[in-house]
């Protein structure tokens, strides 16, 4: 994008100039789109005028980066209440491609990008790529799926304006991913990190070792909560370096937030997308350091501008600057949505809890399901974990000791007691896309 205030720096790649623009630089441009953004949706989104006229706010009341928590918030509900183009800001001839993204229940929600809209939002994987060392001599195989789903086409936009070789597979056929995957040298995998942990089985059981058969340098996982533990094994057992990569339709896609190589949280393009912190029951922002739902608005995106979206993904921002030099904010690894909190005999839990005890025990496959039930009154919480054909063959007492093992690494990190079974290797459900790892039998059986 053009419009910094900074023409060059040297020794950055230019892409990431606005990566290292000063906080008060930063935040005089927020300031100039946030108050362009609040006039945009005034005028053209007739809900926000309403919300707006109900709590006595104009467009001119936003003075500061402060006065934006005079605005009311948008959720996806109003998303799926105005759909299908109820929120829409441009003109039906400016816009150039719908995505959609449909959630648990009820209608889906589409968002409206024009080409600026597409601009941004490659931008912002563009700009992630950079900050995990990826360019133009990169091969980039986007195995995100293609489709009204953001990952497979906002990797494709991005990874091109980078300059990458893109390899269009989509998700799905996975001998055929691997076979291209070695045979054209692909040096980065873009998919969902269950997607991976997929690939990863499969090259196992053909024989293909990644350090010594690919040229497979990077991944850039995401679209589903991972753990840091999860990253560790993926690193060790292929020696490729995982990035995450954060993002969602509503906001554009992919490419919101990315990690950069120190791996300590994920840095925002907040150049385009505004984030805050807000308590999710007060509705008061919340400090840096301190973990909340984290909202978004969209300062530059014309097709379905967003004001203070609530995204239901916890996070915090974290204080201080990175050791990388970037000065642009970083939120903590999303870890948890507020709707993928299980409520277990009072106890709050979230399933990367769970994913973080059980990697942290040699011999668990990162292969689990959570099964959640209710007998009379009382919550059971069952954790089924697969583990490699030699584990399952080891004598009782082994698989007793490994079982007890796993249930005391979990408990210690949840708090509550947990029934752990070991079940043989392939025996979960697996998923191109984004994988559910909960079954909640209580909801099912309302
Ligand atoms: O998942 C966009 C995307 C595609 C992001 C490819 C990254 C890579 P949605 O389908 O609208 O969009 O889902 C958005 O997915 O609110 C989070 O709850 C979750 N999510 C996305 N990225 C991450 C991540 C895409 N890196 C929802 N870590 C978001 C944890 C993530 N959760």
Not at 14 to 32: C, K
Not at 92 to 106: D, I, K, L, Y
Not at 259 to 276: A, M
Not at 299 to 305: E, K
Request: hydrophobic share 35%.
């Amino acid at each position: 994008m053009s419009n910094f205030p900074i023409d060059t720096m040297s020794g950055v790649d230019p892409v990431s100039i606005p990566d290292f623009m000063s906080p008060e630089g930063m935040r005089a441009l927020q300031l100039t789109k946030l108050k362009k953004l609040v006039k945009t949706c005034y005028e053209r989104v007739p809900l926000t005028r309403r919300r707006m006229d109900e709590k006595g706010v104009k467009p001119e009341d936003i003075k500061t980066l402060e006065d934006i928590k005079l605005l009311p918030f948008m959720m996806k509900t109003d998303l799926r209440d105005e759909y299908p183009l109820g929120l829409t800001a441009a003109p039906m001839s400016e816009v150039v491609r719908f995505h959609c993204s449909s959630g648990t229940t009820g209608k889906p929600i589409v968002i409206c990008n024009t080409k600026n809209d597409i601009e941004v939002w490659s931008d912002g994987v563009a700009r992630s790529l950079a900050m995990d060392g990826i360019g133009k001599d990169d091969i980039l195989q986007v195995s995100y799926g293609y489709g009204l789903f953001t990952g497979g086409l906002g990797l494709h936009y991005g990874g091109e304006l980078r300059g990458c070789t893109v390899l269009p597979t989509s998700g799905g056929n996975t001998d055929r991913q691997l076979m291209l995957m070695r045979d054209l040298g692909v040096t980065v995998i873009a998919c969902t990190p269950s997607y991976f942990i997929h690939l990863m089985d499969e090259a196992q059981k053909k024989g293909i070792d990644f350090r010594r058969d690919m040229k497979l340098k990077h991944g850039i996982f995401g679209a589903e909560p991972w753990t840091d533990e999860m990253r560790e094994r993926i690193e060790c057992e292929t020696g490729i370096e995982a990035h995450d990569i954060y993002g969602l339709t509503e906001i554009s896609g992919p490419g919101v937030a990315s990690s950069c190589g120190c791996h300590e949280g994920l840095h925002v393009f907040e150049d385009h997308f505004y984030p805050e912190i807000i308590d999710p029951d007060t509705l008061e922002p919340l400090p840096d350091g301190e973990w909340g739902e984290l909202v978004f608005s969209t300062l530059d995106r014309t097709g379905t501008p967003m004001l203070r979206y609530r995204t239901r993904d916890i996070t915090r921002i974290i204080p201080g600057v990175c050791k990388c030099g970037r000065t642009i904010r970083r939120i903590d690894r999303i870890s948890a949505r507020s709707d993928d909190m299980l409520i277990i005999r009072g106890v709050n839990v979230f399933p990367s809890q769970i994913e973080a005890g059980l990697m942290s025990v040699d011999k668990a496959l990162p292969h689990y399901h959570i099964y959640v039930d209710r007998e009379g009154d009382l919550d059971n919480l069952e954790v089924k974990i697969e583990v490699t054909s030699e584990t399952i063959s080891d004598d009782i007492k082994s698989l007793e000791l490994l079982r007890r093992n796993i249930a005391a690494a979990i408990q210690k990190i949840i708090n509550i007691s947990i029934k752990v079974t070991l079940v043989e290797p392939n025996s979960l459900p697996r998923s191109e896309g984004k994988l559910n790892r909960v079954t909640d039998y209580r909801k099912i059986k309302k």
